[in-house]
Structures are given as C-alpha cells and as structure tokens.
C-alpha cells in the first residue's frame, strides 16, 4: 500500500473495497477514449452512503484528492485522475441497488452505480419507463449521469438527466451527507440544492443515490429512416411531425452520407435499408402511449407531404421490432464506426434548432478550409439541437499529426457554435478537454460565482480536481 494512504481506509472498506495493485487500478486509470491517462494512490470501493461518507472524511483529513467514477465512459477525460499520483479513485460500481420503484409515483431511487441499461429494465418490469437512452447506456451509470447532466436519443420527449432528477443523496467535501430523496413534483423551499450537482462533474460532492421520474411505457412505437435533400430539408420534416403530433415524436436524429457509409463500411451486419445512397439521413422515432395510436398512418401522411415537396428522397418504415433495431443501429454505431476509419476530433454543441442547418454546414466548410481533405461527419439530435460535429482525419494523414490539431478544429467549430449562439458543451461535459474554454465562453460574472461556489463547498479543493473550472 502506498505510504501516503491512511491505514484506516484499508480497515473500513476491507480487501473487496480497497485496490492499490497497479495491475488492479490500471482499468480506472485511462479514460475510454484513450485520450487521457491519470495515476492514483488506489481505488476505493464503498459499498454503501456511510462508506462514501467516511473515506471522504478521512482523504479530507489527509489531504488526499477524490477522483469518482462510474461506468468510466466520460467523453471528455472527466473521471480520469490527474498525473500527479496524489488522488484516489472513489469507484461507486458497488453502490448498485435500486432501492425502491413506485409506479403509482412514477418513482424510481436508485443508487449511483445502478448501470442505465439496468434501471431501464427494472422500470420495465415495473411496467414503466426510465427514458434515458444512449450508446453507452449499457455501461454508464446512474451517478455519472447526472454528474454530466447526459442527454441522448430522447431528450426532444423527455429532458436529459436533470429534467428526470427529482431528489438526490449527495456526500458533501466535509463528509456531511444531504439526503434529498424527495419525490415531489413540487417543492419551493429555498435553494434548489439538487441542481447545484447535477452536471457538476463530481467538483461539489459525490451524488450516491438519486430519485428518477418514470412514464408510461408506450404501447406503440415506429421508426423512420429517411433520405432527405439537404439539411434544411431534415429540419422541414422534423417541422412538419412536429405540427402533425409533437407528443409522438421521441427521437429525431440527422446523419451524413458520409457517417453512414463508415457504419456500412466497417460494422458486420449494418446495411442500408434504402434503395440508393444519399447525403443526408433521419432517423424519426414514434411512440405513443395509446393502444389505438395509428403512428405507421401518421408516417405516412407527414413522408407524403414531404416527399410531394421534395423533402423527402426516399424513405422505410421499420415495421417490426427487428427492422425497428435494425435501423437504429446505423445510427448506434456512428462512434465506433468513425473509431474504425481512423482519428476524429469530437465536437459536442448546441445551438438553437432552427440554426441546426445553418451550423453543419458553415462548420464543416470552415474546418475543411482549416484542414484540406478532413472529413465531415456530423451527426445527432437534430430534434433538440444537439449535433456531434465529428471530423475524421483525411485520407493519408496521419493520426497523431491530425490529432495534434485538436484544438484548433474544435476552435474553428466553436467559432461558428458562438456566432450562431450555441453552447460548446452540449451533453458531454467540460472534464479535462474543455476546461480553456471556460474562460472565453463562461467568463466573468458567471464563471466568478461557479467559483465562489466550489470555494464555499470544497474550500480544500479535493473534490475531482482539474475538472469543470480552468
């Protein structure tokens, strides 16, 4: 055990809760991505709040940093230790309980180490759902959810994380632990203290349990995939399901020509469920919770019209549940699919729906002025105005020397996200990879009282540190 680690930390967690082997920590270690790798005395493991509770007094007294993980999917490098070896991993994997579901409530509490994948399937067995969907559902957790205030494939219907959150237990940078479980819809009682962590990336306290809004499960469900004209022409359509039955859209997602032929390329079993290839897709995404809801005759009223206009170029209706997840899976697989064609720079923003258009294009010309030859391959949540403007290396450039240009593509992506009023981190987070900005973008009255904040809460500054805050 590293000198510099309290004995009474191996006492109270015991073999199964303390990891201090380098061959043990190593998984905890590097983020995901590969992008960033970090050292630390060990990894603790509680396995219940009171644990959290005591290992944050003791590396307090100690003066030792705290790193929280979950699922360890960050984007952005936000659960990765710094290098300097001074920090501790708090891994919340053992905390997995789901503690109570209400389905009169439409509640469910669930620890920080419940997987998403795991809360939507006990809301299922409840006859409930728990919206939240994601590639990465089926490894990130509960806490680091709502740590990166996540959005995904069904925020346009349902919120992202915060929008779901009602309650929350929190260990605080003392030890104190706040239990905020409430389950209320309503309640107007000073601070609304829960929202201070949520989307805080671990820098105010550990979230270690949470109380989830659940909804009726929908009873009917289609999905559309479409060839559209441009990226004007997605948004008309997204427009027109949206004047038809706004409450039966659940996802809306864009993609490029070229972000679906990388899934046809490099992912066994993808194919392409229309006639010829296109430029630009969408994915349409229906549900209802009505028995007799006709979604498949709403789909073909709106392609109708759409089509009739030009809009549309050509389109299928899933029709079953297979073809249903089989056209959601080109879409699913645009991460990996770019991982396999080689380097790409992520840029996860915002702007307003109606700028959706107007960002894909002036960004991806922009970066191919920046940068002859890169590849554009925007994709995602059209419907709320969320793209992940991804750029793929050029053909014969090499990897380290395309990804030695990280920051300034994410700059000339950034640039265009300003002017058309945007937000530079949509879903994903600040973590390590997007703390410079801050300054530029959060500067001033707003980033002061970010401080002050952590200040008051985290007066040490033991809290997940060089995350969020430059």
Known sequence: MTDALPAALATLLGPAGLLTDPADIAPALSDWRGLYRGAAMAVLRPANTDQVAACVRICGQAGIAIVPQGGNTSMVGGATPEGNGRSVVLSLARMNRIRDIDPLDMTMTAEAGVVVKVAQDAAAE???LFPLSFGGEGTAMIGGILSTNAGGNTTVRYGNARELMLGLEVVLPDGQVWNGLRRLRKDNTGYALRHLFVGAEGTLGIITAATLRLFARPRANEVLFCSVADEDAALAVFRRFREADETAIRAFEYMSGLGVDFALKHIPGVTLPLAERADHYILVDLASTRADAD???LAEQVLGAAMESGEVLDAVVG???????AIWR???EHPEAQRKEGASVKNDVSV???KVPELIRRASAAC????PGIRPVPFGHMGDGNIHMNLEQPVGMGPDAFLARSHDIMDTVN???RELDGSFSAEHGIGRLKTDMMEAWRGGAELDAMRRIKAALDPAGLMNPGKVLP
């Open 126 to 128: 409840a006859n409930c």
């Open 368 to 371: 191919e002025s920046l940068i």
């Open 295 to 297: 979604l498949q005759g």
């Open 415 to 417: 640039e265009v996200v």
């Open 319 to 325: 029709g079953s549940e297979a073809r249903r997840a």
């Open 352 to 354: 307003p729906v109606s």
């Open 330 to 332: 080109i879409r699913e």
